[in-house]
């Protein structure tokens, strides 16, 4: 992933309650408020938070919030047996419940919560309070200094966050990427169904370009049926692959003739009707009396 400097760097930045925001809900340990529950652990460790100190937390207490971040959650298990082997490496980040002070949410480590749900174990948490917008950019950068995240997965919580009222920047803050980034992404996030994209799922192997074709390719087409495959790159690739099908032929144009000569070249498309006009003053005057004609055309249509 980003190494351990990444993480580092992002870590500190969170827990420095220096470099916090001025927008944040400060705590103020010699007036608690709660004496138990998450705020009440909060007004209690708010000396061990600025020694960055970690916490257990029982699991059932903690609830989701921010972005969906990724698309598959069918390796849960399989980390459940690794933590289960190893214990929890790396401690997961939660914020108070703005609306349940007696819990807490996930900030990032969502898999790894899930994962300790399934073993019934105390999770080793560090707990920060956050306001939301200081949340989904905690989480992004988290999946940035990862890189774990593929491409369609990024494109997607790009989305989640416009979608959620976000202004461009802090998106950008979020995934760590400039706005041509963003808007790329966003572009090709929204020419795809979402229904498709989780029938894909995540697809680590394929990138931005392949995306972006199928995106380019789609033309409004839902081929969700088609994501079929054992892996998630074997589904896009299954979708991909309906794509470049080979096309029914187009239906020759009809010539409108005057007098013997051409007049115009009609082609009908399941969607249009491309009308092609040679350049001979014609072309002019019916584009200049077009409203004219479509007015009288809808009157005599009632």
């Given at each position: 992933?980003g190494?351990?400097?990444?993480?580092?760097?992002?870590?500190?930045?969170?827990?420095?309650?220096?470099?916090?925001?001025?927008?944040?809900?400060?705590?103020?340990?010699?007036?608690?408020?709660?004496?138990?529950?998450?705020?009440g652990?909060?007004?209690?460790?708010?000396?061990e938070?600025k020694?960055?100190?970690?916490?257990?937390?029982?699991?059932?207490?903690?609830?989701?919030?921010?972005?969906?971040?990724?698309?598959?959650?069918?390796d849960?298990?399989?980390?459940?047996?690794?933590?289960?082997?190893?214990?929890?490496?790396?401690?997961?980040?939660?914020?108070?419940?703005?609306?349940?002070?007696?819990r807490?949410?996930?900030?990032?480590?969502?898999?790894?919560?899930?994962?300790?749900?399934?073993?019934?174990?105390?999770?080793?948490?560090?707990?920060?309070?956050?306001?939301d917008?200081?949340?989904?950019?905690?989480?992004?950068?988290?999946?940035?200094?990862?890189?774990d995240?593929?491409?369609?997965?990024?494109?997607n919580?790009?989305?989640?966050?416009r979608?959620?009222?976000?202004?461009?920047?802090?998106?950008?803050?979020a995934?760590?990427?400039?706005?041509?980034?963003?808007?790329?992404?966003?572009?090709?996030?929204d020419?795809?169904?979402?229904?498709?994209?989780e029938?894909?799922?995540?697809?680590?192997?394929?990138?931005?370009?392949?995306?972006?074709?199928?995106?380019?390719?789609?033309?409004?087409?839902?081929?969700?049926?088609?994501?079929?495959?054992?892996?998630?790159?074997?589904?896009?690739?299954?979708?991909?692959?309906?794509?470049?099908?080979?096309?029914?032929?187009?239906?020759?144009?009809?010539?409108?003739?005057?007098?013997?000569?051409?007049?115009?070249?009609?082609?009908r498309?399941p969607?249009?009707?491309?009308?092609?006009?040679?350049?001979?003053?014609?072309?002019?005057?019916l584009?200049?009396?077009?409203?004219?004609?479509?007015?009288?055309?809808?009157?005599?249509?009632?």
């Amino acid at each position: 992933g980003g190494g351990p400097m990444a993480r580092k760097g992002i870590l500190t930045g969170l827990m420095d309650n220096t470099a916090a925001p001025a927008t944040e809900t400060r705590v103020d340990p010699s007036k608690p408020r709660y004496g138990k529950g998450a705020i009440g652990a909060v007004s209690q460790s708010i000396a061990e938070l600025k020694s960055r100190s970690i916490i257990q937390v029982d699991p059932r207490m903690i609830d989701d919030a921010g972005m969906q971040d990724r698309l598959e959650t069918d390796d849960i298990p399989a980390l459940a047996e690794s933590i289960k082997l190893y214990g929890q490496q790396v401690p997961v980040l939660l914020r108070p419940n703005p609306n349940d002070p007696e819990r807490y949410q996930v900030v990032y480590g969502r898999r790894r919560v899930a994962a300790l749900k399934l073993l019934k174990q105390p999770i080793s948490a560090m707990i920060r309070v956050l306001n939301d917008r200081e949340l989904v950019i905690a989480q992004g950068q988290e999946n940035s200094a990862r890189r774990d995240l593929s491409f369609i997965e990024r494109a997607n919580f790009a989305r989640q966050m416009r979608d959620a009222g976000y202004e461009r920047k802090v998106i950008c803050d979020a995934l760590n990427v400039d706005k041509t980034v963003i808007s790329r992404m966003l572009s090709i996030v929204d020419s795809i169904p979402l229904s498709l994209i989780e029938a894909i799922g995540a697809a680590p192997s394929i990138g931005r370009d392949r995306w972006s074709k199928l995106a380019d390719q789609l033309n409004g087409r839902d081929l969700t049926a088609n994501a079929v495959g054992e892996g998630s790159d074997e589904r896009f690739e299954a979708v991909f692959k309906s794509l470049t099908l080979p096309k029914t032929p187009a239906a020759k144009p009809n010539r409108i003739t005057a007098n013997g000569a051409e007049i115009a070249l009609v082609a009908r498309k399941p969607n249009k009707t491309v009308l092609t006009l040679p350049k001979d003053g014609f072309d002019e005057w019916l584009v200049a009396h077009l409203e004219e004609i479509h007015r009288d055309w809808k009157q005599s249509n009632g």
